[in-house]
């Protein structure tokens, strides 16, 4: 081994601890947001979680799991997994920049010291870089599978790199093959790995072919050709194959289940074996790597096995359940999201050829006495061709419009334009939106700014890039210095004054120009730059109002530049070398140099917005969630952030595994009813009664909801239809039930709008669902009213629950479902903590705030039950996910403190009150709307002074605010103008209540404010 073999070694691995010291220390000690919880929670207990699943990395995650010293460490070792992970990634990343780096500065056979100090240091260069980018240390210190997948694409993109040294000798394509399973592994990961197929493609036809325009065309052609048949032959091919196999041989032959996928699997595995012994016999070297490739691409794959047959046995957490082929590739192909279109498709404003134009799309079965069967054929609309283009870009999705608000904002059309929008308008949309706002602006957040963590949808305010340059980031953004503290001092603004980006250029333009191997890496890396950041755009074709931001999805364009930046010492050098012109000199300063600039600034920026230790929010909150419910509760959800970590907290670490957490988003499909009518460890099956064939897919999707003008007078006299024979009636085959008055179309369908259910007030008193002081405010019956023309299935099953369970078990509502989850029942919501219960008492709710509030159970829950996550510690990174459960943490605060106070406990509430601004300062997160109306309280309960001291803060930062947006030259996109309404409006509350209240000083002060606002506001 050579001395530049041994420092290189040595090196990669020195980069490989720091990262992995760094990602240990800034990890998260425990489950987070989003899918965290589900992935965590399905690959400890190897259960089935959302499509397409993550076979492969369950696997890994619970090998990590296994060395927890206990369930409520088991988060942290998942967690440790994409630390561990994302190190690696930076040690692969450190050699293939040394390889390509050595190929620009060695020229001969010797590599003298200085050139190994500076092929070293450009990999140690781009490799910290990488490794404290922002989308990179995001993805690294959570149980999620993006670092995971950044570690297959660092890792088959330095293999092609050794391949290439090696070419020629025996056993060379050994490295292909590898490739080829790692690709196999990478599919039971994520699909991004696969984009690395073109680059690895283009350095295996550098190196056996003489470039030429066309053969490099060719060889592009068959990159596109490899990575087109990995994701559209053979990941859903293999199984649509043994699928048709299996139907044949089940229908026709009528061997049992599965039988054909075995014949399937066998014959494949014999064609492959025999190919590629015919291929050894005849010296067909090519051909023979090509089929020994596709085979361990399927030992890979097979991974996926494991969904199939963890979803046999049942599990408690068995999302799609794809026990059967048909099932798994429903799964794998994402159909419950349907699909976006990529080459030809609908405008957003198509109209379909009539109102009940649909064309039939395929059919969907399901197992019948030992036969497959088809449950109903599925469909989809039909419009018109008029409406339709190339590269649709501003489209439709299925019925559901694609806000033509958003597309008027982001293009100058319409928002109500009738006529197809221009295929110019198109493009505007795809570079204004797409390109720009959900790619350049992430690639400028790593390298070179980000204005604040908090997540919009448009314009200046947040989340933009920045530079940390006022003169460049006044032009765009507006003058920011006039931003006030609470914007500037968000943790997620960092400023890296466009040096990552110059030094990349560099790198870029450096490779380019430096000899013809140079130029052959060149084309290669940017194609892998591409190929995992505009492509990916391209394919995606997302629409806008994402849940969440998207820089995740492009961390492989990311790694791609991390290459460049590390190459970018050489271009410093080259500078370097002509000023001292001696290496020993020269070199440690470029080195210093680029290590200040970039690894050194990304460090220094990106810490505090990137260190999650301590953290325990999400965790302690879904502990906050369960424990709002009484024992053996029904707890209904609708969203991730109230789902998944709840899931984690009951599969992994055994808490309140008597609650039944039901997500009513899932509740529409019938693998998931039929997982709620079974008992899940001590929680009861869910009283549904409805059987399987009334609720199958296809069956009652949708359940009208119509007012026929013959139940009129029964309605107005009775209060409503009763809800079990709304449901009976709904569930019945009857062909009356199915007609609809002046209609000839059968549909499913309620007659009336209104229901009502009898309340059995001993059972209510029986079961606790209410005490004897409640006794006199139960009401006989519950009346409510559907607002909306029709409930899907989950509303169907919901109150086929409620009549079966009669207040046996406690139901309780998350306070984080929307409207459209309540279906009516809002006016019987009783708030109990983080979730509404369900009784039979109506509070008349309002716009404000929904239904009444049990005062003794909040209390006891907010005050000294509930737990919270260091939320409030002064060195915990609070980011725009916590800080929205902020708003509704506070607002249960307020609640309770306006419910003490309307009964009369004053020290109460001031103690409610004061537990509220204690746990969520404004330090932490900015006074809003809500810290208003707890001043109003605090005035309320006579305490002035506290009041006032959070009135005055409030409206110092609106004036700051106003005076801020005030100086913004407003566009299509801009947010400011409704900000800046919606400031001066509140501004005006705050003059009401100290009014109100004789806080005559502070309200003097306010409307002085006011005024000068005002003028300002008319002069511009």
């Not at 902020?886 to 004053?906: A, P, Q, T, V, W």
Request: net charge neutral; aromatic share 14%.
């Amino acid at each position: 081994m050579s001395k530049y073999q041994k420092i290189n070694i040595i090196v990669g691995w020195i980069s490989f601890a720091i990262a992995a010291v760094v990602y240990f220390l800034t990890l998260e000690p425990t489950v987070s947001f989003w899918d965290c919880g589900e992935f965590i929670t399905s690959s400890y207990k190897l259960e089935i979680g959302h499509a397409p699943g993550a076979p492969f990395f369950m696997i890994l995650a619970r090998f990590f799991s296994l060395f927890a010293s206990g369930p409520e460490n088991v988060a942290l070792l998942i967690n440790s997994l994409s630390g561990l992970a994302s190190a690696f990634t930076i040690l692969f990343l450190f050699w293939t920049i040394t390889h390509l780096a050595k190929k620009l500065v060695v020229t001969g056979n010797q590599i003298s010291n200085s050139q190994i100090a500076t092929i070293v240091g450009a990999g140690f260069i781009g490799a910290m870089a990488y490794a404290f980018s922002d989308t990179f240390w995001f993805s690294a210190v959570e149980g999620e599978v993006y670092a995971t997948s950044s570690l297959f694409t660092a890792v088959v993109f330095w293999c092609i790199l050794k391949w290439e040294n090696e070419e020629g000798k025996a056993y060379a394509n050994r490295w292909l093959i590898l490739i080829a399973y790692l690709m196999g592994l990478s599919i039971g990961v994520h699909l991004l790995n696969l984009l690395a197929i073109p680059a690895i493609v283009m350095v295996y036809y550098f190196k056996k072919y003489e470039p030429s325009r066309n053969g490099i065309l060719m060889a592009l052609g068959v990159a596109l050709l490899l990575l087109g048949g990995a994701m559209y032959v053979i990941i859903p091919g293999v199984v649509k194959g043994a699928f048709l196999f299996d139907l044949f041989f089940v229908n026709v032959v009528g061997l049992p289940f599965n039988s054909g996928a075995y014949i399937f699997i066998l014959l494949l595995i014999a064609t492959l074996v025999w190919s590629i012994r015919y291929t050894i016999s005849h010296g067909k070297v090519v051909l023979n790597t090509l089929l020994t490739a596709l085979m361990v691409i399927l030992i890979g794959y097979s991974s996926y096995s494991l969904i199939m047959i963890r979803s046999a046995a049942n599990p408690g957490l068995d999302q799609n359940n794809p026990e059967d082929l048909y099932s798994l590739l429903y799964y794998l192909n994402r159909e419950q999201y349907g699909d976006n279109p990529l080459i030809y498709g609908e405008a957003f404003n198509a109209p379909m050829l009539d109102e009940n134009s649909y064309v039939e799309d395929k059919n969907v079965y399901i197992k019948k006495e030992g036969k497959y069967v088809v449950s109903y054929i599925k469909k989809k609309p039909n419009f018109k061709s008029s409406h339709k283009m190339v590269f649709p870009r501003m489209y439709t999705k299925g019925m559901s419009g694609r806000n033509p608000d958003e597309f008027a904002k982001w293009t100058g059309i319409k928002a109500d334009q009738k006529e197809k929008p221009s295929f110019i308008q198109n493009l505007d949309f795809f570079f204004s939106y797409q390109v720009n706002y959900m790619y350049i602006r992430y690639f400028m957040w790593n390298f070179s700014g980000r204005q604040s963590d908090r997540q919009t949808y448009s314009g200046v305010i947040d989340g933009n890039w920045i530079s940390g340059i006022p003169l460049v980031d006044n032009f765009r953004l507006g003058d920011q210095s006039l931003r006030p503290e609470h914007m500037t001092n968000n943790k997620g603004n960092n400023k890296y004054y466009f040096l990552p980006l110059l030094l990349g250029l560099a790198g870029l333009f450096y490779q380019y120009r430096k000899s013809t191997v140079g130029k052959k890496d060149f084309f290669v890396v940017l194609l892998l730059f591409l190929l995992t950041g505009l492509a990916i755009v391209v394919y995606l074709n997302q629409p806008p109002l994402q849940p969440r931001e998207r820089d995740y999805a492009y961390a492989g364009s990311f790694y791609a530049f991390a290459i460049w930046i590390g190459l970018g010492m050489l271009a410093v050098l080259h500078v370097t070398k002509k000023v001292f012109r001696k290496d020993k000199l020269a070199i440690p300063v470029a080195f210093t140099l680029c290590f200040v600039a970039v690894p050194a600034l990304f460090a220094q920026q990106n810490w505090d917005d990137h260190d999650r230790s301590d953290r325990y929010v999400a965790r302690d909150l879904a502990y906050d969630y369960l424990n709002s419910c009484e024992p053996n509760a029904i707890l209904f959800t609708m969203g991730d952030n109230d789902t998944f970590p709840l899931w984690y907290l009951q599969e992994v670490e055994g808490i309140r595994t008597d609650v039944r957490v039901c997500n009513l988003s899932y509740l529409s499909a019938d693998w998931y009813i039929d997982q709620m009518k079974h008992k899940n460890y001590d929680s009861d099956p869910l009283p549904i009664s409805l059987t399987e064939d009334k609720y199958l897919a296809g069956t009652r999707d949708v359940v009208y909801v119509l007012d026929d003008p013959r139940l009129t007078a029964y309605v107005a006299k009775n209060g409503g239809l009763d809800l079990k024979d709304a449901v009976e009636y709904v569930a019945s085959d009857k062909e009356s039930t199915k007609k609809i008055y002046g209609y000839e179309e059968r549909i499913d369908h309620f007659p009336a709008n209104k229901f009502r259910m009898i309340v059995d007030k001993e059972q209510v008193l029986k079961t606790n669902t209410l005490s004897e002081k409640d006794t006199a405010n139960i009401v006989k019956q519950m009346m409510w009213e559907v607002k909306s023309n029709y409930i899907e299935k989950s509303g169907l099953i919901l109150y086929d629950m409620l009549v079966q369970n009669n207040w046996k078990r406690p139901v309780y509502f998350s306070i984080t479902v929307p409207s459209s989850g309540y279906y009516g029942l809002e006016d019987y919501f009783r708030l109990e903590g983080f979730a509404y219960r369900l009784v039979p008492i109506n509070f008349k709710s309002d716009e404000m705030q929904i239904g009444g509030v049990n005062t003794d159970v909040m209390y006891t829950n907010l005050m000294s039950k509930f737990k919270w996550g260091n939320i409030n510690h002064p060195d915990v990174y609070i980011d725009e996910t916590c800080s929205r459960l902020c708003s509704n943490i506070r607002n249960n605060f307020l609640r309770l403190s306006e419910s003490l106070l309307d009964e009369g406990k004053r020290d109460s509430a001031v103690q409610v009150l004061d537990k509220c601004v204690e746990l969520i300062p404004n330090e932490k997160v900015a006074f809003d709307y809500l810290a208003i109306l707890l001043a109003q309280s605090y005035y309320r309960a006579a305490e002035y002074e506290k009041g006032s001291q959070m009135i005055e803060t409030i409206s110092d930062r609106l004036v700051k605010e106003i005076n801020y947006y005030m100086t913004l030259t407003p566009v299509s996109t801009s947010e400011f103008p409704r900000l800046k309404s919606r400031n001066f409006a509140l501004l005006q509350e705050l003059y009401r209540i100290t009014a109100q209240y004789d806080q005559k000083e502070l309200n003097q002060k306010i409307e002085s404010d006011f005024k000068i606002l005002v003028e300002s506001y008319k002069k511009e």
